[in-house]
């Protein structure tokens, strides 16, 4: 199993950075996807960036050109640098990984426990 530690996250004001991280440990052969999903109060969960083992990213529309996610395979960790903040960014943000475990090609996915980002107007 994958356990995720998400750090970063706060408060800032509109306008303002802030920047995520994601550390991934356990018993794993290989985390295929990693990622960010957000969830504002009263609202689904909802995807903000993922990246795969080979770089390859994804966006959601609404943070294309403002956010930025990376990774560090080596470190087994996920990045998230959000710039330009708008007060819709608000949300309890969670790491999640896709792995596959040590014996046998399932895939499985693990979720940290979401880190709060509040952006005032």
């Known amino acids: 199993q994958v356990r995720l530690v998400e750090s970063g996250g706060g408060s800032v004001q509109a306008g303002g950075s802030l920047a995520l991280s994601c550390v991934a440990s356990?018993?794993?052969?290989?985390?295929?996807?990693m990622g960010w999903y957000r969830q504002a109060t009263g609202k689904q969960r909802e995807l903000v960036a993922t990246?795969?083992?080979?770089?390859?990213?994804n966006y959601a529309d609404s943070v294309k050109g403002r956010f930025t996610v990376s990774r560090d395979n080596a470190k087994n960790t996920v990045y998230l640098q959000m710039n330009s903040l708008k007060a819709e960014d608000t949300a309890a943000y969670y790491c999640?990984?896709?792995?596959?475990?040590?014996?046998?090609?399932?895939?499985?996915?693990?979720w940290g426990q979401g880190t709060q980002v509040t952006v005032s107007s």
């Open positions: 356990g018993s794993f052969r290989l985390i295929s996807s």
């Open positions: 990246i795969t083992s080979d770089g390859s990213t």
């Open positions: 999640n990984a896709d792995y596959i475990i040590v014996y046998g090609m399932s895939i499985k996915s693990s």
